[in-house]
């Protein structure tokens, strides 16, 4: 899906991380680089760049062989004098940090170097993105080839309805991709789901013994890391949590669709 002008061409294979690379271009240039190859896109091309595993449909092929990503993946687009990464794909793509951007929402890129992951249960796919700011010209170079495996289910947790709801409502910042997430507190979750089924009984320790033994549970059966008290250091605070929430959005266990549970 190569397309080439004086505003889009290929990078050179030989280009190197685009984190240790100078880059000399018109501000605002957008460079995107995958296992494969990459491009450079100038600010007012007014071209869609899309990135995803099938390397005959996208421009820049990102976990290839890997038939958890998506054909597309993703796109990024300039809208406003801004990059902006839609993920057009099911699993997460995390930005540097915990912040995980999940299948239909959006983020803004910011210049500089950005290293984007695509969240595979496998695991992490690296695209890496660079917005010149400063400025003077690149190269061209590149070839494509074809990954025709159906895109796979993932490694989906088994959840009762129960356990289902209270997960969402304990992760809901996070499905609502606040920038920097966090667990819902005990007794907000345990208000909420009152709130919301008011004939049953539920109170903070009620919702954090089912979360419990989710944790129990997934860290036996599936061998998920950093559920139990002993494998994270003190203090341990909400990273028992935060590490079962990520898991389950990796796995997509638990999507954006499911905040319909809490009545959205």
Not at 98 to 115: C, F, I, K, M, N
Not at 230 to 258: F, S
Request: net charge positive.
């Amino acid at each position: 899906m190569a397309v080439v002008t004086s505003k889009v061409s290929l990078l050179p294979k030989e280009i190197g991380s685009l984190s240790r690379t100078v880059l000399h271009d018109r501000p605002g240039t957008l460079f995107v680089l995958g296992a494969n190859g990459g491009m450079r896109v100038a600010p007012d091309a007014d071209f869609p760049l899309f990135f995803g595993r099938n390397e005959r449909d996208v421009h820049v092929c990102v976990g290839a062989g890997d038939t958890c990503v998506s054909r597309r993946q993703g796109l990024i687009t300039r809208e406003s004098s801004r990059w902006m990464l839609r993920n057009t794909g099911k699993l997460p793509i995390r930005f540097p940090g915990s912040r995980l951007v999940l299948g239909g929402d959006r983020a803004e890129l910011s210049a500089g170097y950005t290293p984007l992951f695509v969240v595979s249960a496998r695991q992490e796919h690296l695209l890496e993105v660079r917005i010149v700011v400063s400025a003077s010209p690149p190269g061209a170079g590149a070839g494509p080839e074809a990954y025709e495996e159906e895109t796979q289910g993932r490694d989906l947790r088994e959840l009762s309805p129960r356990e289902r709801l209270v997960l969402v409502c304990l992760a809901q910042r996070y499905l609502r991709d606040d920038p920097q997430p966090q667990p819902l507190a005990w007794a907000q979750v345990a208000f909420e789901l009152g709130e919301l089924r008011p004939r049953e009984r539920w109170s903070a320790k009620r919702a954090a013994h089912i979360v419990a033994k989710v944790r129990k549970r997934l860290s036996k059966e599936h061998g998920v890391p950093g559920l139990l008290e002993d494998e994270v250091p003190p203090p341990v605070g909400n990273a028992l949590n935060h590490n079962l929430i990520t898991d389950l959005l990796v796995t997509t266990t638990i999507v954006k669709a499911d905040l319909r549970m809490l009545g959205e």
